[in-house]
């Protein structure tokens, strides 16, 4: 029994335990916070067995993936980028939108979201990349070109309509040349570029985003407002913003203000409409303590829309307390940590990018959702790897783990010499 088993959880098994745990939590929390979902529906189980097909598909597709040598993930480049290319041409012309964005096409009644896909796949090529490029003084100066038209194009299409994906994606990629030698040089121009391009972009967002927050996207707050506290709505306020070519500029410009606004406000005049997610997200941390409310336990559940989701941080910590919030954290540690491991022992370059520039989009990814929902970030709308309800994330990031897992169980070790 024990044999046929470790026959179907093979690869390194504290990434096994890292990813199990975070299945159960993902469980236990989706399950409590999911409240406004199962009042819409009258479905009390539904929300909840929906997820739990998920991670179930999940976890098959992560054996299936583990079980291919992690040498013939290069035969996947290229079809893989094509495929993410026109996918994502075709979300930005054709498909569903989801708070105020066009993030998801339709196939078949499923849903999917393109970007996630084009993450793993960037990473997937840049590896390739870093890899076919070593020297024995770092990479070649032509990757940090080729990866760069990539990334640009990749960039450009995936932050029109979701900027924060955009950015974790250049947070990534840029790590990735930097743990694959890259040269320096080019690095430090890269950031000097990055810098000047987020200076003018911001200055945009400031200057069109005032334009465009107009008196139509201020009745629209107030509607989803009023029923999202009747428990009819699971969007994003903030989204509901502007209108025309520029119409997301609105919506970034009012979170940077929003999180940047240290002025402080008495409770009592506290603006809870204005504030929504914030508001009953740093609730629901305030009143947790060392053990928490206990699972099930939650009552910001019901007054934040994406509790669920982009806001699951603020409930585990109501529910699990500070003991509870940081097991979470560590978990992510411990999957960064260990696949730094796996990768050091790989005799060949491919393997360990691939699998350390998996186990970074994951936890950089990670981070940012902990950091918004703690009030350290701007609200972002970035899901909890592994953790938040979801469709298409849910089993491509299983997917990731399933590859991390291939390479620590096929990828050549190094021999070492005594």
Known sequence: MNKKIGNIFKGDKTIWMVFLFLCLISLVEVFSASSTLTYKSQNYMGPIIYHAIMILAGLVMAVVTLNI???????MTLPMLVISLLTLIWVLVGGESINGANRVISILGFTFQPSELAKGTMVLYTAQILSATQREDGADKMAFKWILVALGIATFLIGIENLSTAALLCVVIFLMMFVGRVPMTQLGKLLGVAAVFIAVFLTLVMTLGSMEDSKESNESMTEVVASADSHEADVDKDAIKGGGVFHRFATWRNRILKHFNKEEVPPEEYN???NFQVG?????I???????R????????????QAFSDFIYAIIIEEMGIIGATFVVLLYIILLYRTARIASRCENNFPAFLAMGLALLLVIQATFNMLVAVGLAPVTGQPLPLVSKGGTSTIINCIYIGAILSVSRSAKVKTVIA
Not at 69 to 75: Q, V
Not at 294 to 305: C, K, M
């Open 294 to 305: 206990g699972p099930g336990n939650s009552v910001e559940r019901d007054y934040l829309p």
């Open 286 to 292: 305030a009143s947790s303590n060392v053990i928490g």
């Open 272 to 274: 809870m409409e204005e």
């Open 69 to 75: 040598p992690c040498r013939y993930f290069k035969l």
């Open 280 to 284: 009953h997200a740093n609730i629901a």
